[in-house]
């Protein structure tokens, strides 16, 4: 096989696990539309947010040192101690949950009811917020990640798809790090699939998601509901927060993470798990292959336009995304 | 009583924002937040804590205080625009906008407020002309020189033939990734390397298919214009790949150390520009005395001694001797921005001068003149030393390519008088 051949499916291959890192991304926001109609602005952000909120507390950092020590004149900065991995993720999970709560006590509960250009507007301000909140609480500086989770190429891989072509051909690259974002995103699906399908408060978030009045004549919580949607999406920022930091390091450029799940939620659909999945696939392997064929043609750095000019495409033929609700209103 | 109270508080007020404008202004846009926060924060704290010290230690420059007016552009290019619309009214005597899309946007406007920006190694390269430019500098070096240094790096390093090398430019694909592009081709052409330039779209979180492309087509080198989550990122793909670090080179804006920390050991190696030594220079010790002992760092303390902490640093130096320097050349302590704009004209930073401040051999020597506001363009070559967590110095300052830099400059900057309908000659007032 010819190495221009073998190259384009690596870009394949590549373009895939790329799709599953956006995909990380979009499956949060895809959570809170389904169940309650809001576009979250602040997806992005939550996933800085997790990300530096498990880096601090993994270092032992002391959370609004900055703000501690300008007020009361001290010099407090670390409490000493590092935290294990498994135990800081179960305390950023507890501080996602806070959140989650705090997000509905203080903002959503007064704004029931509203118009959905509204409680966009308030993901947009809560944004924002929690950027500014968690600079104020972390700082701002770079925060290297040590989950021990594996980087770099693998060296099998590599030697054993080398033979497949000439020597100009030098095996199928694939990053390990990617590799593990791929089990992480299916364990990931897979959990909330079951979740939703097999247990009481699953099925209470699925009846939400399809009629809220229904739902709360029939006893369900919707205060707790939200509360239990935005906690799960906090869940997949803090996923997407550690595969994305992985890779450049806890800082606050993250948070534009966003701008990459925005034309997989156009091509999937706003509605749909499994659309965030084969949305992200798509836009991961079409973006890639046009850098790979016509980028040299065009300057390159095509990615980010393509993404969205393949969303675009899509959205003229079926507006509400490959696996979206289709929309019928009767005038 | 009345009356008398009032008077008394008519002249307090007086007494307080007459020495108010008396001060010397020097705002900081800073960015301390936002997706380069990392860069922009130990930037403004070597900046602050410098004039900081000044104020404390020696009451000011030339026995007037220095008042410093931190603006937060989040290294927005309209939020840059506002602060200095916000700041310059105030007094201000000197800008450093620390972007370069940020100085495009206040070039004319500094021009005609007559207020000099100074734009250390970033910014819009054939400002170095002052003839054309003449409120704007960019001394000590600019990105063209930059290019320069690195391809004479290069061939020192490969017994002075680049001939058939490929080298690459992996680029943050906005204007400042762009500006060594036309150097590079130019020098490509003389030393018969062949050149190929990799655009990287901002933010460059993403940058696998770049690096697929790296790894298909094996250059020699890989040179790289970066800023922000790009250096970090780029840093890691290359390692990722097993591209070799010594051959992987960044500019001054890639090279510190948040650039190469996220990578870990895999980063050891990789190599960058720099304007300025690093080290423990005897300043830091003032630093600390005056500053930070008395509670005042700017941000928490803990940047001391970076790379970028020593720039800002040095780039509050720069804008001290200007000041003084205005201050010798028109008699009198409480200089105006016109002054100073003198003062830049008229700097020569020798060594003798920089051993006197504490910060010997920080930079190059040089001096500024009306046609040359760029100064010498010299850099170093520094090396990321993984083990030891510090860069380390593995060259001596390096001339640039001025023969090859300097007609770019004058067609660029006189294809820019034409469009803005300058006559270049020095500033006469």
Known sequence: MSADFLYGIEVILNGLMAGVMYALVALGFVLIFKASGIFNFAQGVMALFAALTLVGIM???????????????TEVHHFGWHVPALLAIAITLFVMVAFAWAVQKFLFKHLVGQEPIILFMATIGLAYFLEGFGDLMWGSNIKTLNLGLPQGGSRVIEDMTAKLGGDDFYGFFIDKLDIVATGVAIVLVLSLICFSQFTKQGRAMRAVADDHQAALSVGISLNFIWVLVWSLAGLVALVAGVMWGAKSGVQFSLSLIALKALPVLMLGGFTSIPGAIVGGLIIGVGEKLFEYLIGPMVGGATENWFAYVLALAFLVFRPQGLFGEKIIERV | MKLQTLTAVALSTALVSGSALADLVIPDLSYRTGPYAAGGTPFSDGFQDYLKMLNARDGGIGGEEIRILECETGYNTEKGVECYESTKGEGALIYQPLSTGITYQLIPKATADQIPLHTMGYGR???SNGEVFN????????????AGVIVNYLL????????DKDIALVYHNSAYGKE???????LAEIHGFNFKPIAVDHPGQEQKSQWLQIRRERPDYVLMWGWGVMNQVAIQEAANIGFPMENFIGNWWSGAEHDVTPAGAAANGYK???????????VFAEIKKHVHEEGNASGDGSNLGTVLYTRGMYAAMLAQEAIAKAQEIHGVADVTPVMVRDGMEALAISADRMTELGMENIG?????SCEDHGGSGLGIVQQWDAGEGKWVALTDYIEPNDDVTGPLIDEDSAAFAKEAGITPGCYAG
């Open chain 2, 272 to 282: 960058s520009l720099n304007m300025n030594r690093i080290g423990d220079l005897p």
């Open chain 2, 135 to 146: 409120w704007v500098f960019n001394y000590p070096a600019n990105y063209w020189d930059a």
């Open chain 1, 59 to 73: 270092e032992g950092q002391v959370p609004f040192s900055h703000l501690i020590n300008e007020v009361f004149g």
């Open chain 2, 364 to 368: 190059p020597e040089f001096s500024v």
């Open chain 2, 180 to 186: 060594p592009i036309r150097t590079l081709e130019a």
């Open chain 2, 156 to 163: 020192d390093e490969n017994s002075g033939d680049l001939k």
């Open chain 2, 125 to 127: 390269t054939s400002a």
